[in-house]
Nanobody, 127 residues
Framework: QVQLVESGGGSVQAGGSLRLSCAAS????????LGWFRQAPGKEREGVAG????????YYADSVEDRFTISHDRDKNTLYLQMNSLKPEDTAMYYC????????????????????WGQGTQVTVSS
């Protein structure tokens, strides 16, 4: 059973940075697509970034391209989301997600693609 636990959220002023972590109990001999999602109050959950544990491609929403970086430390079994140049519109609950898959492809941004979820960590950006 895959378990995901996020941490690293908090409050920051616009222009600041945060790094989110997701401790993931992934099986080392299995390929996964990993993703970060966020949900702001009154809005639908949206895909922020995605990546495969076996392939080099990384995927980003247009709204975070060039500001956010997704990475996975296989030795620490931890997924990260480095968030720079934060904006008030980045304020949301952030979730990490995983699904057993050899690749992410065009499904990475869809929350229906994933079947393992963390509990979320809150990010608040003030202007």
């Amino acid at each position: 059973q895959v378990q995901l636990v996020e941490s690293g959220g908090g409050s920051v002023q616009a222009g600041g940075s945060l790094r989110l972590s997701c401790a993931a109990s992934l099986y080392t001999d299995t390929s996964y697509c990993l993703g970060w999602f966020r949900q702001a109050p009154g809005k639908e959950r949206e895909g922020v970034a995605g990546m495969s544990t076996r392939l080099p491609s990384k995927y980003y929403a247009d709204s975070v391209e060039d500001r956010f970086t997704i990475s996975h430390d296989r030795d620490k079994n931890t997924l990260y989301l480095q968030m720079n140049s934060l904006k008030p519109e980045d304020t949301a609950m952030y979730y990490c997600a995983a699904v057993v898959s050899r690749r992410c492809g065009g499904d990475w941004y869809s929350d229906r693609f994933y079947n393992y979820w963390g509990q979320g960590t809150q990010v608040t950006v003030s202007s």
